[in-house]
């Protein structure tokens, strides 16, 4: 149980779709923590829903009542307000550690659901539960009464269809950058999902040092996804005697990422961290500039971390900021088991 449950609001103001509360849910079900994912919007992964839930039972329940009524293409109105109705009973009721609402700021626009429905739960919930809403386009009535608020921009480069994984070509690069919340969370999200359609996934670590994080234990679960960690933990820049240790590890972690890339083994790689490890000088920016224009046809990179280069993101196929509105660590409120680790 969550000893003080938050508010989280991701918001946009493009359409592509947030995997942020699905990481949370993986790292949330780790720690033994219990998540009600209620989809409001669907994704290209959603087959997997199923697979997830089984995996993480009983610590993740999916409702895809809200889109069921569309065959999974949209949303229908009378079921996306009966789920609304439901996640909000078990919220209430504290039934779920966690409650997503994931797609739900436009429906405020479309009147399906109203602004009071949302201020009224908001206002209501037990405060040992988590309540997180997604979407583009949160009111600032909600963002108001919001402990965090990241809001995703995304800047795709050239045009055409979405290159995804399992789809026929080159692959995608996405990088995951900016000093808002949800950075690695949208990393573990997509990396479970495509796991859960059959994409066997790799998550490599940079800079966390090896301890039992909530997404740890959880991806154990899964047979087609896999986590190394191969950092050091925290860089102190203010302490240079410390820094060889990183950049040895660094050097390490560089020669294992070659390696698992270049194996073939994988549709989808995650390097998580690998901005900030870049930026601190662990690793050159040349070499992850080189390797995105090297890696394996058809395998697609997620490069997550604050502050990455522009070389990178020139490079990437997909740019994403999470961009910091609020964050509650300026309130004092500390990382708490299952939400931030």
């Known amino acids: 149980m969550l000893k003080k449950g938050l508010v989280q ?23 033994n923590l219990r ?19 089984l995996f993480l039972k009983p610590n993740l329940v999916i409702d895809h009542t809200a889109i069921e009524e569309g065959g999974g293409r949209g949303m229908g109105r009378g079921s996306a307000l009966d789920a609304f109705v439901h996640a909000s009973a078990a919220a209430l009721a504290g039934e779920f550690d966690i409650v997503i609402l994931n797609g739900i700021n436009p429906l405020l626009d479309q009147g399906v659901i109203s602004l ?10 037990p405060p040992n539960v988590e309540l997180v809403l997604s979407g583009p386009g949160a009111p600032e009535e909600i963002i108001d009464r919001a ?9 795709r480069s050239g045009e055409g269809p979405e ?7 080159r692959g995608t690069i996405e990088v995951v ?11 573990l999200g997509k990396a479970m999902m495509m796991s859960c359609v059959g994409i066997r996934a790799a998550i490599l670590q940079f800079m966390k040092s090896p301890q039992p994080y909530g997404e740890i234990k959880a991806i154990e679960k899964f047979p087609y996804l896999s986590v190394e960690t191969m950092g050091k933990g925290f860089f102190h820049t203010n302490r240079p005697a410390e820094k060889e240790k990183h950049l040895k590890a660094a ?33 050159h920016h040349e070499r992850v500039r080189e390797l995105l224009f090297l890696k394996p046809r058809g395998l697609h990179l997620l490069l997550s971390g604050r502050n990455a280069h522009l070389e990178v993101r020139a490079a990437a196929s997909t740019l994403i900021e999470m961009r910091e509105i609020k964050h509650p660590y300026r309130k004092g409120i500390k990382a708490r088991k299952g939400i931030e680790f």
């Open 163 to 169: 290159d995804t994984p399992g789809s026929e070509g």
């Open 251 to 283: 050097r390490v972690a560089w020669e294992e990422c070659l390696r698992e890339i270049f194996s073939l083994k994988y549709g989808l790689v995650v390097l998580d961290e690998i901005n900030t490890a870049t930026y601190y000088g662990l690793v």
């Open 177 to 187: 950058t900016g000093n808002g919340k949800g950075k690695t969370t949208y990393c």
């Open 9 to 31: 609001v991701y918001t946009s103001t493009s359409e592509w779709f947030n995997f942020a509360p699905i990481g949370l849910s993986l790292r949330a079900a780790g720690q």
């Open 147 to 155: 402990d965090l608020v990241t809001e995703m921009i995304v800047t």
């Open 35 to 53: 998540t009600l994912n209620a989809c409001f919007s669907p994704h290209k992964a959603m087959n997997g829903d199923a697979m997830a839930s």
């Open 116 to 125: 009071e429905q949302i201020l009224r739960l908001i206002e209501k919930r």
